[in-house]
């Protein structure tokens, strides 16, 4: 059975791969991918990431902070453009690359579930020679990363029910390195912007004191579908305000918190300040293996 883990996912490809058989012919542009394969492999390494896997000219590596992944994925792009083996006056050879950072099932070397999928979306969001990241990265940098940082704008995800904020990584700026926080001062960080994760099933809802509010319940077009006989259309919604998170109950059963540490809450048209962990319940008590029942961790601040 899988592990659970939040871990950094990068995919890095080679950009237009057809063209450089048709300019390169079979041999060379075989040669000249493995080449580009090789280089993102020792990038991810040096950074004390994992190779997950190669998939023709793409790699999907995984890494446990945001601070290395990207550390990797600048050092692939500067590698690429100054290898002397790689230049083509025929062909521009370039990469492309997306992260993403968030829970994933770890299971025979291998890592699944919708932050993958988010990661390898970022990659086709991104151009050749760009590295497209989302707000769960960014959030989770130093203030160091900020110049080298900026939003581009939002995208959709398969399996999430909330846009992404879409960023890209300025890897280019000169000496990028002297701009790069040490790893162990990064890792006894904690997250400069609060965040609400929120999970049900197989879902997760991402909000931060950036965000707009949202509406739950069992109606389709809420941004947290829950279904039950107890819930209402529209049972619940956050409020982002004051880098607080506030849950409104606007249904007929009300709703019940149980916090990780602190006792239980019910509301009904009242207000509740969510903060640590713990769980939600509408119409009913939520009960820990519950299908219907929604995680949700508030971090950061």
């Known amino acids: 059975m899988g592990k659970e883990q939040e871990l950094a996912i990068v995919f890095a490809d080679v950009v237009g791969s057809t063209k450089l058989y048709d300019s390169l012919g079979d041999q060379r542009a075989r040669e000249t991918v493995a080449l580009c394969i090789a280089r993102m492999r020792q990038a991810t390494e040096k950074h ?3 190779v997950i896997k190669t998939m023709g000219d793409e790699v999907m590596a995984t ?6 992944a990207l550390s990797a994925a600048c050092e692939m792009q500067k590698n690429l453009t100054a290898d002397p083996e790689l230049q083509n006056d025929s062909v521009h050879i370039a990469i492309r690359i997306g992260c993403h950072f968030g829970s994933v099932t770890v299971e025979n070397n291998d890592v699944f579930g919708v932050a993958v999928h988010t ?3 970022m990659t086709s969001q991104a ?15 130093s203030s160091e990363w900020q110049p080298l940082i900026r939003q581009i704008g939002v995208a959709t995800v398969k399996g999430r029910m909330d846009e992404v904020e879409l960023f890209e990584v300025l890897w280019q700026t000169d000496d990028i390195t002297s701009l790069l926080p040490d ?4 890792r006894a960080q904690k997250p400069r912007v609060s965040r609400l994760i929120l999970r049900v099933q197989d879902h997760e809802l991402i909000l931060t004191e950036y965000s707009s509010s949202i509406v739950m319940g069992r109606a389709e077009d809420n941004a947290l579908v829950v279904r039950g006989n107890m819930i209402s259309r529209a049972h619940a919604r956050i409020e982002v305000t004051k880098s607080q998170f506030l849950l409104v109950d606007q249904s007929t059963n009300g709703t019940f918190v149980i916090p990780e540490e602190g006792t239980e809450q019910f509301i009904r048209r009242d207000t509740y300040v969510l903060s640590g962990r713990g769980l939600i319940g509408f119409g009913r008590v939520p009960e820990q293996y519950s299908s219907l029942a929604i995680r949700y961790s508030v971090e950061g601040g």
């Open 119 to 121: 990661a390898n979306r």
């Open 127 to 141: 151009k050749a020679d760009q590295i497209v990241t989302t707000r769960a990265m960014v959030d989770r940098l």
């Open 48 to 50: 004390t990431g994992t």
């Open 63 to 68: 890494f446990v902070d945001a601070h290395a």
């Open 183 to 186: 790893l162990p001062a990064l």
